[in-house]
Each structure stands twice: as C-alpha cells, then as structure tokens.
C-alpha cells in the first residue's frame, strides 16, 4: 500500500539522524586570543568557560620573558562536557605580543600561524587516506584592546586588518570596570569609528531569523561590539547578598555576568550559545576557501608553501651561530699558522743541523784521506 500522506516518506525525520550523529561526534572548536600582556585573556577564558582551562601567568616573570623579544604560539587543550555533549576546545594564546617599545613584526608570528592551520589542513585533505586529520584552524580570535579610553593604537589597527581577512575577528575592551559608563561608551564609538575608516573586517553574526525573539537577541549582540567585558573567577558578595563571579571595590562590586556592568554575557551568547556553529561553517567556507583558492591559483600542485616569514628570534640565533663559527674559524685559522710557523723553524732548524752534519762528514772524509795519503808515503819509505 501507497504510504498515507498523513505519514509521510520520512524524509522529515532526517534532522533527528543529524542531531543524534552531531549528539555522539560532539564539535571542535578553536578559540585564539590576541593582545598585551595584563590586559586578563588568561582570567576571561577561564571566566568563559567556568574552569581553570589555562593557569594563571607568573607575574614575577612576565618581563623577565621579554629579554628573548619574540611572540610565541601558546597550546591549550580541553574537552568540555555538558549534557552529554563533548566539545573540544582549544585555546591559542599569543604571550609577548605588544609587549616591547618597538613592536614592528610583532603581527607576524600570529599571521604565519593563522596560514599554518589552512596550509595544513589543505595538506591533509590532498593525502589518499584523510582519517585522523588535526585540524587546528582557528575560528574566532578575540582581539583585547586595552581601555586607555581613546582609540585604538596604530599597532591595533596593522594587526587587526589583517586579522580580519583570515578569522573571525571580535574586538574586546578589556577590563571595562576601569572606565565610566560615559568613557566606555565614548570609547566604544571612537573604535567603531576607526574600525570602520581603516577597512577593517570584523565577525558579524546572522541577525535574521523566523524567530523575532532571536533576531532582537542578535541584533543586541552587534550593537554591543566591541563587546566590554570583566574577568574573574572569585566570588563576591553584593550588597543586597547575592553570590556572583566579579570584582569587589570600595564603592561597590562590578558583577560579570550583569549587563548594565559589561557585555560578557552577550558575548559569551555569541561564542557558545548560539553562534558558535556559524563561527565554525563561516571559517571552512570563508576564510579556508579563500585561502585554498588564492593558493591552488598561485602555486602548482604538490608545491610547498613559500616561506615569507621568520621569526625575529630565529634570525637572531641564526646570526649569533654565524658570528660565533666565523670566530671559531678565525682562531682556529690563527692556531693553524701558528702551528705552520712552528713547523717551518723546526724544518729550518733541522735543515740546518742536517747541514752542518753533512759539512762534519765532509770534513773528516778529507781528514781521513789526508790520513790515508800520509801512511802511504810512510809505507814507500820504509
């Protein structure tokens, strides 16, 4: 019999197979978190996610670290369980970026990496067998800026153009419980400005939907960028006696969690309650495909990457490896001619023994035949 139309061919039950495959394969996701030092990435991640993800920094030894000027690339990896749902996390620190008086290539190691990810994951999808594949693109970078209240520095705006053509790139005002609600939302516009005169591309969420509750919600959310945001994983105690995660002062507590204080939670919305699937589809058919295209239209197939960077710390070793075998090879030039030197007067001084030598011979074989002569003569006579 003909299935009824009330029933259906199934076809409707297709999104239930999905979720129960997304349900049991859980998602990776990869969170890079760009800016100086102090400005409390390592406190917000934690902040974030309600665990100690990453251990807090050494303050003692931060600027002990600067003497090797250099950005470093800093893993770190977790699975996060919630209802049975896993997802991997992992969180891409940068330490030492912005850290020095001259700044200039700092960016570089960031943006090498950035490539790294796409170049390898291209790598890996050309390979006959693509089981197993690491795949560490990065799909959203949280780019602090610090609240000094003004705009941003030109070292913000270098690093965020191009940050923004290879992820997607949400701007955060660090430690916004150091600013008015005047100064901040002053200082909002004043980087909005400067993102908008310098091109820069910034992630910008889908606000439309079915639903108008959800498209209100999104649109909240990109009127908040650059989203303000307070760290801390202590609890603190308000006046009216509530418990929540924030910082105590003496005029008051600033509460993380509470909108009219900062915009953690709208952007915690955005990071893992509701976009967090497009911030992961906009980087593969995004920012992977450009790149995959504007390589596969510049090189052949199977060709390595040109290498167009390296690292400031790298050149310096390299030069001071250089400088130290050309040394080593001046003294041991130097050692050699002394050793010649020494040989050349030994071969001298033997020469000159063999020759006297030779001339003492000489002189007794003449001394001896002298003597022959003379007991010839000697002999006759008798």
Request: aromatic content about 8%.
């Amino acid at each position: 019999m003909p299935p009824s139309a009330s029933s259906g061919v199934g076809v409707a039950h297709l999104p239930n197979q999905r979720h129960k495959i997304v349900s049991k394969r859980g998602a990776n996701f990869t969170l890079m978190v760009c800016g100086e030092s102090g400005v409390g990435k390592t406190t917000f991640v934690n902040t974030l996610f309600t665990t100690g993800i990453k251990n807090e920094k050494t303050l003692n030894k931060r600027h002990a670290k600067q003497i090797e000027k250099t950005v470093e690339i800093e893993i770190t990896k977790a699975e996060l369980e919630e209802k049975n749902f896993k997802v991997k996390l992992t969180i891409i620190d940068t330490p030492g970026f912005g850290d020095y008086v001259n700044n200039y290539n700092s960016w570089m190691p960031i943006y090498e990496f950035l490539d790294d990810q796409h170049e390898s994951f291209m790598a890996q999808e050309q390979q006959p067998v693509r089981q197993g594949t690491i795949d560490l693109r990065v799909h959203a970078c949280l780019y602090f800026i610090r609240p000094s209240g003004h705009s941003l520095k030109p070292l913000d705006i270098e690093v965020m153009k191009h940050l923004g053509s290879r992820v997607n790139l949400i701007p955060v005002i660090a430690k916004a419980d150091t600013l008015t609600p005047n100064d901040l939302a002053q200082y909002k516009r004043n980087i909005l400005d400067s993102i908008s005169a310098n091109n820069i591309q910034v992630y910008s969420c889908p606000i439309e939907s079915d639903d108008e509750e959800v498209t209100r919600v999104n649109q909240s959310i990109m009127r908040a960028m650059p989203f303000s945001v307070i760290g801390s994983t202590q609890d603190v105690t308000t006046p009216d006696g509530r418990t929540v995660k924030g910082r105590e002062y003496a005029w008051g507590v600033a509460e993380v969690e509470n909108e009219e204080h900062c915009d953690f939670k709208k952007l915690r919305k955005l990071l893992v309650r509701s976009h967090m699937d497009d911030l992961i589809s906009t980087t593969e058919e995004n920012h992977y495909e450009n790149y995959r295209q504007t390589q596969m239209a510049t090189r052949k197939f199977g060709e390595p990457k040109s290498k167009k960077y390296e690292n400031p710390k790298f050149k310096e070793d390299e030069d001071e490896l250089r400088l130290n075998f050309t040394k080593q090879v001046k003294e041991e030039e130097n050692r050699f001619r002394q050793w010649e030197a020494q040989l050349v007067g030994e071969r001298d001084r033997l020469n000159k023994d063999l020759e006297e030598q030779h001339a003492q011979i000489k002189a007794m074989e003449s001394e001896l035949e002298h003597m022959y002569q003379l007991h010839g003569r000697g002999t006759i006579r008798r």
